[in-house]
């Protein structure tokens, strides 16, 4: 019989089959499948967003980690939506529109699923009614916004002001991020929040979720 601790240790060294293999075994034990997630996936992704923020990990092992998670969760998932158990929220993600990076926002959107979240991920080159049409149709909570050039930064303004003209703000939030973005120009074109890396990202969303 697999333990919680075996499939948290699974999930993170990237460990797919393991990881899959560990669920199905606790799923057939006397353990819930909200014990699963709670006690054994989501604290294993929060280990590995700590600890990729302590440069202790990079990239290439934050990928195999939520690979292995995106594993476990195809064996969970189903038992999950049995019992009722409801995600963390909706988020919708994108690069801001004349802008074409995403690596960043990619892995924002990794750690998001593998804290429990839905993401909508809009890709690169989004408008403001894109973003803010998608967080309507999906019942986000939070439209999350990258850039990585400063001629674009005044898009993610455009979003917020968007978001105010259709009377939204009290629907959805707004965080940002991206290389030359700063905490300062959060608040000067009324962000919500400001993330300078993918796993300040999810604790700030977790914050804006919750309000």
Known sequence: MSSLQELSEAVQRGDAAAASGATTALVGGDIGPADILNRALLPAMAVIGERFREREIFLPDVLLAARAMKAAMAVLEPLLLRDGVAKSGVVVLGTVRGDLHDIGKNLVSVMLQGAGYDVVDLGSDVDADAFIDAALDADAAVIGMSALLTTTMTEMAAVVRRIEE??????????????????????????????????????????????
């Open 166 to 211: 259709r009377g939204l703000h009290d629907r959805l939030r707004t965080i940002v991020g991206g290389a030359p973005l700063s905490e300062a120009f959060a608040r000067e074109i009324g962000a919500d929040g400001f993330a300078p890396d993918a796993t300040a990202a999810v604790e700030r969303i977790r914050e804006l979720v919750r309000r």
